[in-house]
């Protein structure tokens, strides 16, 4: 049985719709004894994950998952972690991160994951903003010499374990780890984690300022059923492939919790450098069922020969981290036969707008307001925009803080309060909904570019420039003009093949006047080899407009 019933009861229509979600967990729900362990003793034999990299497979069952995170969980809290201790991770994609988090959640210690792209001032930051007390680091790459480093200036961490290696003044995770029992109840002495306790903390992008820390309970991982459920429409039979690195939101998301609230089985690989060959081999090679990938990953598939592989096995695709351009929905949809179904949420929530099993998704539409949350659009004075207008987009917190949204903004009050005021939590995107109830994202609310006084959105533009054969990659901003206030501009990767020349900016200009309206067309073009991008691979816009 789907592990989540237990813990929530849906309210579907005679269409077989999702229009209501009841809550009903125990204060005392915690996801590694309730869940993990649940399926690893019920269902043992039940596929949990089947993981792989360039060189080697391995296949967990849930009680593989529920032995090895008891087995570290015994270690860990040798070591002296207890509940409520901040412990950050940079595991990228190895399979020892899922053990290693879910000994976390049943020790009730707060799991920090990060990226392996951090620098040594990335992680001073992290670790000092968040008061960690332990790292529990990969051996593989540069990150751990640049954690060294680190750790030097951070007065709150006691501990530092190496993954996969030797490293001098680190623990040996694999050497110690297994001298220890591969059994751990939940506690019974009043130290159990409870369901509204802190359980898991991501720093957000930081595309304008220094990251803040996003706070999530325990509970954030049940509003996770709907992700996997009625978005990604993960199976007990089914293989779900989700393309994110475990220090990115993202990964909640798609690697964990709502795939084994279901019973899925979640596929991982773990590779060096992305190459869309080799992705679309392993999802030849397994059968994967189900797959999620942010727009940035579908178009550089749509790049490769998409005739060379089998994707047979696909049922059902999905996207979020950044809207979807319309060239990218059809190109997969003529390989595949398959409709992009897009979604919108943050590091701070769950999915929160999506084109939900059942829905007819409109071309660039993220979907609707899924039924946890209460969506507003709002304008500047706070009121609720009419449709066709733009609005930020709001989530109704008037009657109680709903699962899945952030506790808090951790030890950042300001922020917290500056954010949920109001009785709404602001996410600070702006969209607009359509006679039907479709939300289009238009941007960040620091995005919007303002022309001669025109409000124009950046992804419109950015999706007609994406079906320019020249480009690769843009980005849209606003640059500052003595007359107009401000004017668009264009920062351009070209795709292989193509030369900057004033020709081609010419050409381009003149493609974005004939399919829309020609305020919009960017007066000033920039060709770039990359754009610069936050490490978890958002572009920064705050850097193209200063430059």
Known sequence: MERYKYFLSERIDEQGNLIGVDYHAPETYNFGFDVVDWYGKNEPQRRAMIWTDDAEERIFTFAD???????????????????????????????????VAVALHKLGAIAIPATDQLKEKDIVYRCNAAGVKAVVCTAVGDVIGEATAAIEKCDTVELRIAVRGDVAGWRSFADEVKGFADIYERPTDGTAPMRDELMLMYFTSGTTAYPKIAAHEHSYSLAHFLTAKWWHSVKEDGLHFTVADMGWGKAAWGKLYGQWLCGGCIFTYDFDRFDQDKLLDKIEKYRVTTFCAPPTIYRFMIKADLSKHDLSSLKYITTAGEALNPEVYNRMNEATGLGIMEGFGQTETTLTIGNLIGSIPKLGSMGKPTPIYDIRLVNRAGEEVAAGETGEVCIDISRGRPYGLLKEYYRNPEETARAMRDGLYHTGDVAWRDEDGYMFFVGRTDDIIKSSGYRIGPFEIESVLMEHPAVTECAVTGAPDPVRGQVVKATIVLTKGYAPSEELKKEIQTYVKNATAPYKYPRIVDFVDELPKTISGKIRRTELREN
């Open 65 to 99: 998952i529920m032995k090895q995170s008891a087995q570290t969980a015994n270690y860990f809290k040798s070591l002296g972690i207890v509940k409520g201790d901040r412990v950050l991770l940079v595991l990228r994609r190895h399979w020892e991160f899922w053990v």
